[in-house]
């Protein structure tokens, strides 16, 4: 890298990576794993304490005994085992402490290491997507736990219901530039559209004169070619060198043009009208208008895609037992719950297909989308080795389509391995996108993925003719493109409405006023995205505006929606303001009542 990096720090700077991994034959308690730095740094000062007695150099040892103490309470040692006991209550695991870490589930142990480290390293502690695969229990849990830290701490996480409940300062990196943004994620979005608009106006002054120097030249380079002259060849090479000064020096605009994949899910049927050069949308659309449509969206919607009778799982323990449920064609399912409960085995044991008690619909083609990308990649192949079962006739079609996904072509020419957990989610979902599948099981798709693509995604889901099986723990998700929720309870899956759903999380994971702010973010988030459409739609007519007249109208529809954006943040604000005076007035009858 380029430029300084300062660290100042005092003390060590803690650090929970996104990958764990847990020694099978380290055989030790929580508490013990938790308390591992306070007992060595007690060991030390009583060491030093016994070498004391007996030494000739007792100037030297304490030194280090002070250096020592000063560790020992820099992370409050003294109260240590308190501390442990208050911090795994905060995160759920109450009674923990003389459980094995080998018996621990994905999630707590990744609760447990963030604990360890905010213990022993207070001042400043690293997180790099701490909150990969935590299902919505150990979600909250870590949403406590980083609520209650009082030191400092740098967070790696596209999870939106942590951006929304836990910081106050969030850090934009996009096409190599980082923009800072006070608030959370709420403010955050709405200062983005601001600078967005506010660049693309000076995108806009600069492209005028841009285009208006280029006219010059043109005009110079007519003129100069008719009549041989010296002076008009100078003119020509300073006005040249203008211009080149002015396309360098241009407003750089990196969060304007947000590299969002285009992820698109087609069934078969829709496959076939575009291979045979119909176009899919005008086929539906006279279908509807000829009576024909209805009919077959009715045979569809009752057409069984899948059914599942009597289901069980069994590892050393029942995991599901007498799982019943079935998925019609369009259908769109989530199945939630806690790490541990079989999910993951329910898709891997339908995309097998050997289970009895699991049965497909006729003709019905499957897409699976797996946690272990190794299952599904050569990680030691490119990315473009990758594809050659694609259905793509040239190394062209493959980098042309990929580079709709958001691949550079000098990705496509690496190995898998070499790409990130988002870019592995992304390459899997363009790979399904090929297969033309009926049916899509997907196990956590958003893990990994960065906000654009998770919202890339919701939208391909919902725009899918297809019927979809997904497991997650994303809460947007879930909310924004699935039609109901099978939930794990009992060992079994109990349906429920996305009604239901919803209120269900917001009573267990938000707080009491959420439900309503949500509610008003989302329309407002709506409003947002109109005026996102509005500002593409005048960057395109910058792009072929060819004189002041059509520059001028164009710098007007901007001043309209930067006119529009205040409002919107006015508006946020007062909102805001009555959410506020909602939490104070209930806390007042609280106390009251109390």
């Known amino acids: 890298y380029d430029g300084k990096l300062i660290v100042d720090v005092p003390g060590r700077i803690g650090y929970v990576s996104q990958f764990y991994t847990i020694e099978r034959e380290k055989e030790v308690t929580v508490f013990d794993y938790i308390s591992e730095e306070f007992v060595r740094l007690q060991n030390k000062i009583n060491q030093i304490c016994e070498d004391m007695a007996v030494t000739d150099h007792l100037e030297e040892l304490m030194e280090e005994y002070q250096q020592t103490l000063d560790e020992f309470n820099a992370i409050d040692g003294d109260f240590y085992e308190s501390n442990i006991r208050k911090q795994l209550k905060t995160a759920g695991l109450a009674g923990y402490e003389d459980q094995l870490l080998t018996n621990l589930s994905g ?17 400043f502690i690293i997180m790099d997507e701490p909150d990969v695969f935590l299902d919505f229990q150990h979600l909250n849990a870590l949403r406590n736990l980083i609520n209650s830290h009082k030191g400092t701490l740098l967070v790696i996480t596209h999870n939106r219901y942590l951006l929304n409940h836990c910081f106050n300062k969030i850090l934009h990196l996009e096409n190599t530039e980082m923009q800072e943004f006070d608030g959370n994620y709420v403010d955050y979005n709405f200062a983005l559209l601001q600078m967005k608009i506010e660049q693309q106006e000076l995108a806009a002054a600069d492209m005028e004169e841009i285009e208006r120097n280029r006219k010059i030249v043109e005009r110079l380079r007519n003129s100069a070619t008719a009549i041989d002259s010296a002076t008009r060849g100078r003119s020509l090479h300073a006005r040249v060198s203008l211009l080149e000064r002015l396309e360098a020096r241009k407003t750089k605009s990196p969060f304007v043009d947000i590299k969002q994949p285009e992820i698109v899910f087609h069934a078969d049927e829709v496959l076939n009208a575009e291979v045979s050069g119909e176009n899919p949308e005008e086929s539906l659309e006279s279908e509807r208008k000829s009576g024909q449509g209805d009919t077959n969206a009715e045979n569809a919607a009752e057409k069984i895609v899948l059914s599942v009778e009597d289901y069980n799982v069994t590892f050393d323990r029942e995991i599901m037992e007498h799982v019943s449920f079935v998925l019609h064609a369009g259908d769109k399912v989530a199945i939630v719950g806690p790490n541990g409960t079989g999910k993951t085995t329910l898709l891997r044991d339908i995309i097998k297909g050997e289970n009895p008690a699991i049965r497909l619909g006729e003709n019905v083609k499957m897409a699976y989308l797996s946690q272990m990308h190794g299952e599904v990649f050569d990680e030691k192949a490119t990315v473009l080795k990758n594809f050659e079962d694609a259905g793509f006739d040239t190394d062209d079609q493959v980098i042309a389509y990929l580079k709709t996904y958001g691949f550079e072509e ?16 992304l390459l899997q979902l363009a790979k399904i996108s090929r297969t033309g599948a009926g049916l899509l099981l997907l196990d956590e798709p958003t893990s990994h993925l960065d906000t654009y693509s998770q919202l890339a995604l919701e939208q391909a889901v919902e725009k899918y003719n297809g019927t979809v099986l997904m497991v997650s723990h994303d809460f947007y998700t879930v909310a924004n493109c699935m039609d109901y929720v099978l939930l794990t309870e009992d060992k079994g899956l109990r349906k429920v409405s996305m009604r239901k759903f919803r209120k269900m999380i917001y009573a267990d994971h938000f707080d009491k006023d959420y439900l309503e702010y949500e509610q008003k973010k989302k329309e407002l988030e709506q409003r947002q995205k109109d005026l996102q459409k509005l500002l593409e739609a005048a960057r395109e007519r910058l792009q072929i ?29 007062k909102e805001e303001e009555q959410t506020a005076k909602l939490l104070r007035i209930q806390k007042a009858l609280s106390t009251e009542i109390a």
């Open 410 to 425: 000098e990705l496509i020419y690496s190995p898998v391995c070499d790409l990130s957990g988002g870019e592995k989610n």
């Open 107 to 123: 999630g707590e142990f990744k609760l447990v290491q963030a604990i360890r480290e905010m213990m022993i390293s207070p001042k």
């Open 545 to 573: 505006a060819e004189s002041n007249d059509a520059y001028q109208g164009m710098q007007k529809s901007i001043e309209n929606l930067k006119s529009q954006v205040q409002q919107i943040s006015f508006k946020i604000e």
